[in-house]
């Protein structure tokens, strides 16, 4: 494999990790305060459909990104209302709105264009369009580092510079403010914060919101950036994948990243059949390169699942002491 294959297999990288990234870090807010939530595909996906159509019918990358949250966080209330209001079970909660998403944005975009479930096509305003970083096109022609700059780095959207963006922002808010430490302590021991004098279904209700407009984020991406418009389930278990790379990760934002993006190689290395059988030596079935992203998941689920140990409230709802 020459270096120009590399840097597009690294370029593509960045791409397709980025909705993971996005997703992983929404999965650790929630997870962070004990709320486990499996519903991360559905929140991206309902965001997706959203952001798409009301990008087709605005032409507005931008009205699609907003609606793209809004629809996270009405999932995202729903999920609050089962497992914090109603204290019910979080995991089933979630995969109720995976399949609820699942079924719903079929519907009303067949109902919207008529076009077997998808909306039109994006184009122009109606999507994020790649940015060109400063000095890009002065050193792409320097050896190694410029090609790296000015393939790799420069040329992607906002939302994917976004994404990069609050890694560093996430781990500040979680380590560095006091609502990240309330927000950790609530995950731990919800009953020490209580005690406190704070309260613990604000913070995980805080949590719950922080989930959704990231995962809003993550299905807008998807429709108005890595693709042009919606189609039907177009996350493709991209939620399931962000939830291993969170464990993975052991719920710290930095590894998420790491994690984020050795999952988003892999689903770039699956789109080149002829550097993978360049490697081994031998001819490999696409089907197999397909699954490769998914093989991963539950290898790391395997692997690590043991070994990473998760918030001791997480999953179990709050009864407060009377």
């Not at 993971?20 to 459909?49: H, N, Q, T, V």
């Not at 087709?56 to 699609?64: E, H, L, N, R």
């Not at 690590?304 to 001791?312: L, M, N, Q, T």
Request: charged residues 10%; glycine residues 12%; hydrophobic residues 55%.
């Amino acid at each position: 494999m020459d270096y120009a294959t590399l840097i597009q297999i690294l370029d593509s990288t960045l791409r397709l990790a980025t909705p993971l990234l996005l997703a992983c870090l929404a999965g650790l807010y929630s997870e962070r305060a004990g709320i486990f939530d499996i519903g991360l595909e559905g929140k991206m996906l309902m965001a997706a459909m959203a952001s798409g159509a009301v990008a087709a019918v605005t032409g507005s990358a931008w009205a699609g990104l907003g609606a793209g949250i809004l629809a996270s966080l009405l999932l995202g209330a729903v999920h609050g209302l089962a497992s914090i209001t109603f204290r019910g079970n979080q995991l089933i909660s979630g995969v109720a709105l995976n399949f609820v998403a699942s079924g719903v944005t079929v519907l009303v975009a067949q109902s919207l264009f008529g076009q077997g479930g998808r909306t039109p096509p994006l184009s122009g305003d109606a999507r994020f369009n790649p940015i060109t970083l400063p000095f890009a096109e002065a050193v792409k022609d320097v050896p190694l580092i410029g090609p790296f700059y000015f393939e790799v780095l420069s040329g992607h959207s906002i939302l994917v510079y976004a994404a990069l963006a609050l890694v560093p922002l996430t781990w500040w808010v979680l380590f560095r403010t006091r609502f990240g430490l309330r927000l950790r302590a609530v995950g731990e021991n919800p009953a020490a914060v209580d005690t406190a004098g704070v309260s613990v279904k604000g913070l995980r209700w805080a949590a719950v919101a922080i989930t959704g407009v990231l995962c809003g984020i993550a299905g807008a991406y998807m429709a108005t950036a890595l693709q042009a418009g919606f189609g039907k389930e177009m996350t493709a278990g991209r939620g399931y994948i962000a939830l291993a790379a969170l464990i993975f990760a052991k719920w710290r934002p930095v590894a998420a990243l790491w994690a984020c993006l050795l999952f988003g190689f892999f689903q770039a290395l699956a789109t080149r059949t002829d550097v993978v059988e360049g490697l081994v030596g031998m001819k490999v079935p696409v089907p197999f390169l397909d699954a490769l992203p998914y093989i991963l998941t539950v290898v790391v689920l395997a692997g690590f699942i043991g070994k990473a140990i998760p918030p001791r409230a997480g999953g179990e709802p709050y009864v407060k002491e009377r």
